[in-house]
Nanobody, 123 residues
């Protein structure tokens, strides 16, 4: 089993930057990929980004492409999401989860979800 814990959320203004972290523990050698999702009240979890654990290949939602960057530090068993040029519509609870060895944007294909971290972007 892999445990995931997100951190780094907060309240920022539009145009600011924020860096989220996702720390993995447990059977980290079983990780194929990690993904970031976000969720607002009343809606399902929206795919944000995914990174392949071994090769580092990344995939982004169109809504964040060019503004967000996902990376990982295998030595620290951690994944990061650098978020630049934040917009009010980026406001959500951000979650990390363990994915498969293929690119996948569907939340139901992910497991071992963290507890989430709130990101609020004000105008």
């Amino acid at each position: 089993q892999v445990q995931l814990v997100e951190s780094g959320g907060g309240l920022v203004q539009a145009g600011d930057s924020l860096r989220l972290s996702c720390a993995a523990s447990g059977r980290t050698f079983t990780i194929d990929s990690l993904g970031w999702f976000r969720q607002v009240p009343g809606k399902g979890r929206e795919f944000v980004a995914q990174i392949m654990w071994r090769g580092g290949t990344t995939h982004y939602a169109d809504s964040v492409k060019g503004r967000f960057t996902v990376s990982r530090d295998k030595a620290k068993s951690s994944m990061y999401l650098q978020m630049n040029s934040l917009k009010p519509e980026d406001t959500a609870v951000y979650y990390c989860a363990a994915g498969l060895s293929t690119l996948d944007t569907r939340a139901e294909r992910y497991r071992n979800w963290g507890q989430g971290t709130q990101v609020t972007v004000s105008t």
